[in-house]
Structures are given as C-alpha cells and as structure tokens.
C-alpha cells in the first residue's frame, strides 16, 4: 500500500484502485430567499454592522467613545475609563457571554452561528454583493461555466473589487478601535496622496499590518471559504451536539408529513397519489449556505440560519399546503406530537433554569460592581534603599512611593493621610492634584517621634480622598518599620 498526502493506492492483483483521502469542495450556490426568518438575519446584519461601523466615530467627552488604547493602557468605553488592574470585568464579559452561548444553543440551536456570528454575517453581505453583481444562483452557475471573456472578466473583477474594497473599510474600522480614528484617517489619506507625502502623521507599520491582515481574513473568510470555516474551522460545530437534547428547539424536517416526497402538479391531489407534501424541489437544498439537505435529518454542518424553512414556505404557499414542513421545533415535538403551548413548558427545563439564574446572577454583579467602582487607585510601594532612618535628632522617618490612578475623566485634588500607630503624620506631599484618567507616582514620608514605638514593624493605612467629593476615597494597608 502506497501512501500520498492527498491519496491512497491498493494494489491488487490485476487492478488498481485509488481513492482520495479529502473531499474535493463542492462549489455551492445558494439561492436568495426571503421570508421571516430572512428579514430577521438581515435585521441582525445591519445591526451588528452600524455598531461595528459606526462605534468608532462616536464622540464622548471630547475624545473617541470607544477606544481601546494598548499603548496607554487605558480602554475608553462611553463614560467608563478602564485599566489594566479592571481585567476583572473583561473576565466576567467573556463568562457572560460563554453562558449566553449555553442558554440559547439549549433553548434554540445554534442561533449565534444562524443570525449573528461575524462569519454569517460577511458571507451574508459578500453574496447579496455577488447577487448583485452577477446575479442568482441559475445566472452564476451559467457565468461559471462559460469561458474567459469580456464580460466575465468584467463581471469577476467588479465582484471582487467590492470585496476587498469592503474588506479594508473593515480592517481599517477594526485598527480605528486601538488608534484613534479620526487619527488613523488622517495617516491613511496621508499614505494615499501622490508619493505618500499627504503632510500628515504617517501610518505606522502595525497598522498597516493589521488593516492588511484583517481585511484579508475578511475577504478570504466570507468571499472564498464561506461554509468551510463552519464545517472545518470553527470548534463549536463539533461540541455543538453536547449542548443540545430532545427539547432543544432545532431546525428540523417533518418526515411523518413530507414523506414519500415526489413532484407532483400543483392541482394533483397528493393523498390520492400516496404522496406526502414534500414536492422534492430540492429548494431547501438551493437556499442552504453550506449545501446540506436538511430532510437527512440534523447534521453538524447546519448554522442553524432558517434559510430552509423560508423557502419551504413559499413552495408550500404556492402548493397550497400548510407551512412548517421545515420548521423550529423539537424532537420529543416531533415524536410526541406536541403542541406549541407545550413546547414552551418544556423549553423551562432545569438545565435552562439553571443556565438563566447563574447568567444573571453574574450580569447584576457586574452592574452593581460598575456602578459601586470607585474612580481612585492607590498602590503603596515602599522605598526598598532606605527602610527607616532619623531624621532631625526626634523623629523616625519612613519613605513610601504611593501610585495615585484617577480612572475619572475630570481632575481632582486628593489628601493623603496616614493611621495606625502613635504620633504618625506625613511629612509633606500631603496633598497631589491628578489629571484625568491619569496616575501619579506620588513620594510620601511619614514621622513617628522617636521612642514611641518598640523596634519592629507596625501595621499602618493610608487614606487617600478626594478634596471636592469625600466618597471617593480608597484605602491601603502597609507597615512602619523601626530599627
């Protein structure tokens, strides 16, 4: 037996069989379709895609409202000013959103990847582009299979251009998310006047990579690998069905009612012909992303986008049948032959229960964690060269370095105090003024009279407040040591 990367070769006697080892892809031409579910995709389209065009233009106090600025490290969303010290709160966004994933692929299936998945959305945007270019499926499907000419060229060149064209807008807005993009802009009309001297800042060379890299990611996801980042790239196709369980609304095909499918004339009586409501169309195959015939049953393939069940729907329209021969429902549905009422009953199951009482017990403590954050930091570092000395023949004197962090966007003045021990006071810079969203490396000496205290460390606390506002105000533990 000989082996190749792509084939494998058994030799018998007298012949020879050769067998590839991966499936050629197929190229898959969906159909446009349109119908409820379609306009709610397209709704979550132009959703998804105004915040996402149109968040880095918005303008809060002066400056970008969402920016997320690595250099500074300071990540501006609307009124909130986060730090690298909050990491806190992006770690309880990423358990909210892996727990909204849970809840709703165990009601619905995979309504993520079928409405909102960024992948789902470009290829939904690159093929109503290529619609509209070079038309339906039939008129692609001829444009393909012609030879090299004129018009072809003409019709692929335009197709792709507005691709990429919408790719590096894309790249360009995600870049515009960590530089400023007023700015960004600026340096990239810079970078396209005549011989590059726009009399601007210059566009750096990692945002010239990442606009290159995005966009390209964009264009290569969603023009060219479409349905194959979903059946091969992406994990949650894989473990999606851990998820799932006989009372998880699924898209799924009536076998009892459909089958045996055959055509028929629109005027033909199928009970008489011993024929089910399917037509065998194949419509629901025609529309389909990924190509798959949904009367198969379930299949990890399946985004779960409703395509199928649109265009079921006008074929059973224009038959005169009852729609929802592909429809969301659930298998105990389907085999117990539920109504909808009790669909719903089973939908609050205890695993949702579950899922919904952890997801928004973890979204109240962070709303109330967002709203009680106070807006002062403060890091007690102590001077590690000199630990305690005298000074002034009464006095033992420590010296700390306090970093003051104002997460606020407006100035304040703040007072520095100290407790814990005897006598302590602080020997100057008792009062610092920090600039918003700023920090300050603030040296402070504390004094304690000589004598007071026995040799040794004494725990102390420093209290910092604000001047104009005494609830801002944070509290640190350290020590005094004397020798």
């Known amino acids: 037996m000989n082996q190749s990367p792509n084939k494998i070769e058994l030799s018998r006697p007298g012949e020879a069989v050769e067998q590839s080892l991966y499936e050629i892809r197929r190229e898959i031409y969906s159909r446009a379709v349109s ?144 530089t400023p993009i007023h700015q960004l802009a600026a340096e990239v009309a810079g970078l396209a006047a005549p011989g590059g001297q726009g009399g601007g800042p210059a566009l750096g060379p990692w945002e010239i990579f990442w606009i290159l890299f995005y966009g390209f990611a964009t264009y290569g996801n969603a023009g060219w690998m479409r349905e194959q980042v979903c059946k091969y790239m992406c994990p949650y196709a894989r473990f999606q069905s851990a998820m799932f369980d006989p009372d998880t609304l699924i898209i799924t095909y009536d076998p009892e009612r459909g089958e045996p499918r055959g055509p028929r004339a629109r005027s033909a009586d199928a009970q008489s012909l011993g024929l089910g409501h399917c037509v065998d169309c194949d419509i629901c195959v025609q529309v389909c992303p990924t190509g798959i015939d949904i009367r198969d049953g379930l299949q990890y393939e ?36 539920l109504t909808p009422r009790e669909i719903l009953a089973r939908a609050l199951r205890p695993r949702v229960l579950v899922y919904t009482v952890i997801l928004w017990t973890i979204i109240i403590a962070i709303g109330i964690a967002l709203y009680t954050r106070v807006s002062l930091k403060v890091d007690v570092i102590r001077d ?99 020798r």
Not at 78 to 95: A, E, H, N, R
Not at 97 to 121: D, E, H, I, N
Request: hydrophobic share 45%; net charge positive.
């Open 302 to 337: 399946c985004i779960g986008c409703a395509a199928c069940i649109d265009g079921c729907n006008q074929v059973m329209a224009r038959m005169g049948y009852p729609k929802g021969l592909i429809r969301y429902t659930t298998e105990n549905a389907l085999r117990q032959k």
């Open 35 to 178: 119908g409820w579910f379609a306009r709610w995709r397209w709704a979550l389209v132009i959703l998804t895609q105004v915040v996402y065009y149109g968040g880095p233009w918005l303008v809060w106090n002066g400056r970008q409202a969402v920016l997320f600025d690595l250099v500074a490290r300071k990540f501006y969303i609307f009124g909130i000013v986060f730090w690298p010290q909050d990491f806190i709160y992006l770690t309880g966004l990423l358990i909210v959103s892996a727990l909204s994933l849970f809840l709703f692929t165990a009601v619905a299936g995979r309504l993520w990847c079928g409405y909102a998945c960024p992948q789902t959305v470009y290829t939904e945007i690159f093929m109503w582009i290529e619609r509209k270019v070079e038309g339906d499926r039939s008129a692609r499907m001829r444009l393909d299979g012609q030879p090299m000419s004129a018009r072809k060229f003409g019709l692929k060149s335009a197709k792709h251009g507005l691709w990429l064209a919408l790719s590096l807008w894309t790249g360009f807005t995600f870049v515009g998310y960590f």
């Open 384 to 482: 590690r060269a000199n630990l305690s000395r005298e000074v002034e023949g009464r006095w033992v004197e420590n010296i700390y370095q306090l970093q003051v962090m104002n997460t606020e966007e407006v100035p304040h003045r703040f007072t520095i105090r100290a407790s814990g021990v005897q006598t302590l006071q602080v020997a100057g810079g008792e009062t610092v003024e920090i600039p918003g969203a700023s920090t300050r490396m603030v040296p402070v000496r504390l004094r304690v009279e000589t004598g007071k205290l026995t040799a040794g460390s004494h725990k102390i606390e420093f209290e910092v407040t604000a001047s104009d506002n005494a609830a801002i105000v944070a509290r640190e533990r350290s020590i005094f040591l004397v």
